[in-house]
């Protein structure tokens, strides 16, 4: 039945969005461009712009300024219901005192499209809720809601699904298993789907590309790996995941590295993993990438090595512990370590080196903020 939904989805793509609302500008000078049949995250903090940018999409606001595309028209004066586009919303919005087949047959009988219930039926099956067709959503749980939500927005063979939130309703279990379900489902029909989420892990897990917003603009777009491994900006580095900034001058320079000095300490950055190779700058990593130890490492070129710290906090998180580590005139690191059955025990107040390889470093292009801790 997948098949009837088997379709190909259009590209997006905006053109110099500027959207201004009394009092402040809510979006500057956006250009973006989501290929056809991708699945596609907006990922940032409350107020940066995402969810206004996918209600300009759907056709539920005007931008002040430019031009919005889809599958190559210009529909930035269309009205919204004359768009290739759905919208899953995380409130889902069902009709209480209709039956799941009904709620999801609604649209189609609302443009009297031919055997409503039929494509209604059809939709459920591919969201698997076909046996549940004659309940009332107060008799579904929240993640069979969602798929409710989900299966009334492909019935209507849109191009472009957006998802609001769709997501951020549900527990932490059903909602990491709903984010393999709207994946496998995407790829199976073959829409472009634009997802809005404040969730850093819902965005890695599920998008394609990742464009991080920040204060009405895109910070950094690209492959989640890329993001979380080479991020650009403070902002990145800080919102997508934990990492631990140092800033210092830039003292010398290799034909593949560059070096900073942070209070008498030596750390270098791959050329190539740096965007600025002179001045002031702030070399990052990840506390997952670096380990410590009770005794100082060997000095080596390929390994920055800082130290001695003492721990000052540990986290039993499950998979890992979170240890905080404080390093005279350096600040708060911070190291992740896999729980193994045989690593020693390390206490509060152990006083310890840490170390990670050059290569895992990155070089940002601004600074923290003087009041921001790095």
């Known amino acids: 039945m997948a098949k009837e939904f088997v379709a190909r989805g259009a590209d997006l793509e905006l053109k110099q969005i500027r959207k201004e609302f009394p009092g402040f500008t809510a979006i500057e000078n956006l250009d973006l461009h ?34 919005i595309f889809i599958g190559g028209k210009d529909v930035t004066s269309t009205k919204p219901h ?52 004659d309940r ?12 409710v939500a989900l299966a009334r927005a492909l019935v209507n063979r849109p191009s472009l699904l957006l998802l609001d939130e769709p997501l951020g309703a549900l527990d932490l279990k059903l909602r990491r298993e709903m984010q393999t379900e709207l994946k496998a489902i995407q790829m199976e029909v073959g829409l472009t789907f634009l997802h809005v989420t ?69 750390i270098s950055v791959p050329k190539n993993r740096a965007e600025k190779h002179k001045g002031k700058i702030a070399i990052g990593f990840r506390p997952e990438k670096a380990t410590f130890s009770s005794k100082k490492p060997t000095t080596s070129s390929s390994k920055n090595v800082i130290g001695p710290g003492e721990i000052i906090d540990i986290r039993f998180t499950g998979v890992s512990n979170q240890y905080l580590i404080e390093v005279p005139q350096l600040g708060n690191i911070t190291v992740f370590a896999q729980n193994m059955t045989h690593f020693a025990p390390i206490e509060v107040g152990a006083k310890v080196w840490i170390s990670w390889d050059v290569e895992n470093s990155f070089g940002l292009s601004d600074l923290p903020a003087q009041n921001e801790k790095a």
């Open 198 to 266: 404040h969730d850093q892990e819902e965005a890695m897990d599920m998008a394609d590309t990742v464009a991080v917003m920040n204060l009405g603009r895109i910070e950094q777009m690209g492959a989640p790996e890329t993001l979380y491994d080479r991020p650009k900006t403070v902002f990145v580095s800080k919102f997508l995941g934990q990492s631990n900034l140092l800033v210092g001058d830039v003292t010398s320079t290799s034909a593949n590295s560059i070096s900073i000095d942070v209070a008498g300490n030596k």
């Open 82 to 133: 004359e768009r290739p586009v759905n919208t899953v919303f995380q409130s889902y919005a069902l009709f209480p005192h209709m039956t799941v087949l009904e709620n999801v047959a609604f649209g189609l009988r609302q443009r009297k499209v031919a055997d409503p219930l039929a494509k209604a039926k059809d939709a459920l099956n591919l969201v698997q809720l076909s046996h549940l067709a």
């Open 34 to 67: 989501v290929p056809a049949g991708e699945f596609f995250a907006l990922l940032g903090p409350s107020g940066c712009g995402k969810t206004t940018t996918l209600r300009l999409v759907a056709g539920l606001e005007s931008p002040t300024k430019g031009k």
């Open 136 to 147: 009332k959503p107060q008799q579904l749980s929240g993640g069979q809601q969602q798929r």
